[in-house]
């Protein structure tokens, strides 16, 4: 389902740009204030995997200085129906439960460098470090079961300039971060997570 909604979404988003693109034929903006939404998923790769691909959503504003930018990050983890691979078990204080599904969020501030321009496209090299959260739903408590950690993301990107103003970019990072409970008897979710996101942002 989720792969469904990225290649809509990827449909939709191209074919603003290049109506953009169309109608305007002057040279790209490459400095100024940016704005960008974008949508992703993540990948496991360690016990975490139980967790699954969950639907990430946030937005982005950002300052690009030529071959520099700088970006304020935040994004949902587990948008609409987000389900776990099995049941996991989570424990608070003096109750357990098994529970199914999850959601977060993330905040990461980004520095990126172009590596290689070619006419409207680019690589990047980029690194975000910041803080992110997962909560779990438990019905014995006031409050839910959540687990925060620090977030380091190095990555790349490559970003297609549409028109002077907008851009389509496709970035990929890997993601450090402890969302382990620290107790003996809830699921184990040690291990990192590859970040994939499609963006669509402009000046």
């Known amino acids: 389902m989720n792969h469904r909604i990225y ?31 974008n949508v992703g998923t993540w990948f496991p790769d360690g016990r975490n995997k139980v967790l699954g691909h ?8 950002g300052l690009r200085a ?16 987000n389900s776990t691979k099995e ?12 529970q199914d599904d999850y959601s977060g969020m993330q905040f990461t501030f980004d520095y990126s460098r172009e590596l290689w321009r070619w006419k409207r496209m680019a690589v ?3 690194c975000g470090i910041g803080y992110g959260r997962l909560s779990y739903y438990n019905p014995d408590k006031d409050t839910d ?29 890997y993601c450090v971060a402890d969302y382990r409970l620290r107790d003996n008897t809830s699921t184990d979710f040690s291990g990192n997570y590859i970040i994939t996101k499609l963006v669509f942002g402009g000046q």
Do not use: C, H, M
């Open 7 to 37: 290649s809509i979404l990827f449909l939709f988003l191209l074919g603003s740009g290049l109506r953009s693109y169309g109608q305007d034929t002057l040279p790209a903006k490459r400095t100024g204030i940016y704005f960008g939404i």
């Open 54 to 61: 969950p639907l990430l959503a946030g937005v982005t504003l």
């Open 66 to 81: 030529d071959r520099n930018a700088y970006a304020l990050n935040f994004d949902l983890i587990g948008i609409g129906v």
């Open 87 to 98: 049941p996991v078990v989570i424990t608070s204080g003096d109750s357990t439960v098994t």
């Open 124 to 126: 990047e090299g980029l």
């Open 145 to 173: 079961v959540y687990k925060g950690s620090f977030v380091l993301s190095p990555g790349v990107s490559l970003r297609w300039l549409l028109g002077r103003k907008y851009f389509v970019q496709l970035k990929a990072q």
